[in-house]
């Protein structure tokens, strides 16, 4: 049996004001494709805050900008 990351949560994370995504640990290793600028990366630095110091991009979560709340 793999462990890993089921589901992810975000609310006004970078470009994301809010997204759900959910995996099953009996399917394949998730793999995130699509153009540039779509977040795929966001994706990726919001996974890493879940381990402990600093993000993806050597941020602290309190650094990282957030959508605009207003649209």
């Known amino acids: 049996m793999r ?3 089921l589901e992810l ?3 006004n ?6 997204l759900c995504l959910k995996t099953d640990e009996a399917l394949p290793p ?4 699509g153009a540039n600028g ?3 990366t966001n ?6 805050f879940l381990t402990p110091g600093r993000g ?3 941020a602290r979560l309190s ?9």
Request: a positive charge; zero cysteines; hydrophobic letters at 40%.
């Open 9 to 11: 949560r975000l609310l």
């Open 38 to 40: 779509v977040g795929k």
């Open 13 to 18: 994370f970078r470009s994301y004001k809010t």
């Open 30 to 33: 998730v793999v995130l494709t």
């Open 63 to 71: 650094d990282i900008p957030t959508r605009d709340t207003d649209d």
């Open 3 to 5: 462990s890993g990351l």
């Open 56 to 58: 993806l991009r050597q």
């Open 43 to 48: 994706i990726l630095e919001a996974i890493s």
